[in-house]
């Protein structure tokens, strides 16, 4: 499961906040061992959770669609698609009483027979630790188990354009 491009943007909006506040990252990151980890532990919360829906992009409502058929035409970059895709997420989000703090977590994949594209919300958790002085220190990670949404689109079975569904999504934790 090689993830090919990986980006995140950081997205908060607070219960008093009339819009959302995004923090852009600039560029795709380099896609490394820790990057498939993550990959790695994203699916398995994604597969383990029930209630997904399934389904294809409304014909009258297209934006976020032809925003990846762009990408997969080499018509736009990753990172402007990824900005692009947030951008309408702060729209959705401005329009509500949500409150929202974490990440939006991009991931294009490449597998043996299909391509895929991920979309999650991942929050992070404080703890402390030890530092290598033996002092007490905060310590930030990715709380997997409190992943607020996951979207999986079989870019492959969008490109052919048939009946098949090529949506999946999880709303995991709001």
């Not at 908060?12 to 380099?30: H, L, M, T, Y």
Request: glycine share 2%.
């Amino acid at each position: 499961m090689p993830v090919t491009q990986f980006i995140a943007h950081k997205i908060q909006k607070e219960s008093k906040d009339i819009a959302a506040s995004i923090n852009f990252c600039d560029a795709s990151s380099e896609v490394t061992d820790f990057t498939q980890s993550m990959m790695s532990q994203l699916k398995a919360v994604f597969t383990q959770r029930a209630g997904k829906r399934y389904g294809r992009f409304d014909v009258e409502n297209s934006a976020f669609k032809a925003l990846i058929q762009n990408w997969l035409r080499d018509q736009q970059p990753f990172s402007s698609l990824t900005q692009s895709l947030t951008k309408m997420y702060q729209e959705k989000l401005d329009s509500t009483q949500l409150e929202v703090e974490g990440y939006l977590v991009f991931l294009a994949e490449q597998l043996v027979d299909e391509d895929r594209f991920y979309v999650f919300l991942v929050r992070e958790k404080s703890n402390v630790a030890l530092d290598e002085n033996m002092q007490l220190v905060k310590n930030q990670y990715i709380d997997f188990s409190n992943t607020g949404f996951a979207l999986n689109i079989n870019t492959s079975l969008l490109k052919d354009e048939g009946k098949e569904q090529y949506l999946t999504l999880s709303l995991i934790h709001i």
